[in-house]
């Protein structure tokens, strides 16, 4: 007996998720707008991952989120590398925050942005990927997600220009960045859940999503205590 036809297991609603990942970033990012940037990405992302989570189909939520943020942090970077001057204008501060990244990773110099120079800001950032995903279905977790990835790719790309060779690449590779990234993603799923399909139980949380609750909350916390070791040894190694 064949399988009843499903949105989310089907290839052309991913091909769709990639397309609007692609077109959210691309457009805005080139055309210098920081406000519109992460908004638009964050309502698109949003609704996508709402689908799959509505019909409590978790691996499609994930997957959504695994391809959206590796097309969006990819086109980011590739973007800066080959169009900086336009990139830059659609994040908030770049022509300051490109200066200030070089002089970290060539000088030494605190890691910008970085939990040691802005705990505050990583403080509020953690809470709106927490607060932000339980109180709005995901968006305003969401917002907070794509402009972290934004910033990382951004970084990747501005530091590309300055390499002398590629065999250097995977030295502009915010790692930290993107193991915390993967933890808040994590984060806006189970979070997002409860408004979405209705399920607000703690006991849900802790069994049947078990399994992505420690991971993604293990990643943020492994990521921030990357953040305070990887930074300075990359900038020694530069």
């Known amino acids: 007996m064949q399988e009843p036809y499903s949105l989310t297991r089907d290839p052309l609603y991913y ?29 698109a992302l949003t609704v996508f991952m709402a689908i799959p989570l509505q019909k409590g189909h978790l691996r499609g939520a994930i997957n959504v989120m695994v391809l959206w943020l590796l097309l969006q ?17 659609a994040i908030d501060d770049g022509f300051v925050y490109r200066g200030e990244l070089a002089s970290w990773f060539y000088d ?13 800001a990583r403080l509020i950032e953690i809470l709106g990927i927490i607060l932000g995903s339980l109180l709005t279905a995901g968006l305003v977790g969401a917002w907070f997600l794509v402009r972290a990835v934004d910033l990382a790719g951004f970084g990747t790309g501005a530091l ?10 995977l030295r502009v590779i915010p790692l930290w960045s993107l193991v915390r990234i993967a933890g808040y993603a994590g984060l806006v799923i189970l979070l997002a859940e409860p408004l979405l399909a209705n399920r607000w139980s703690l006991t849900h ?29 990359m900038a020694r190694a530069a």
């Open 160 to 169: 590309l220009t300055s390499l002398d060779t590629p065999a250097l690449i």
């Open 205 to 233: 949380l802790l069994t049947q999503r078990r399994q992505l609750l420690w991971i993604s909350l293990g990643l943020v916390v492994g990521g921030l205590l990357l953040e305070l070791v990887l930074p300075g040894l």
């Open 108 to 120: 030494e110099t605190v890691l910008p942005g970085g939990l040691q120079a802005a705990p505050i």
């Open 15 to 43: 091909f769709t998720v990639g397309f609007f990942a692609l077109l959210t970033t691309a457009l805005p990012a080139l055309l210098g707008q920081p406000r519109f940037l992460p908004l638009i990405q964050a309502l």
């Open 73 to 89: 942090y990819t086109l980011i970077a590739l973007l800066t590398w080959g169009f900086g001057g336009y990139v830059e204008r």
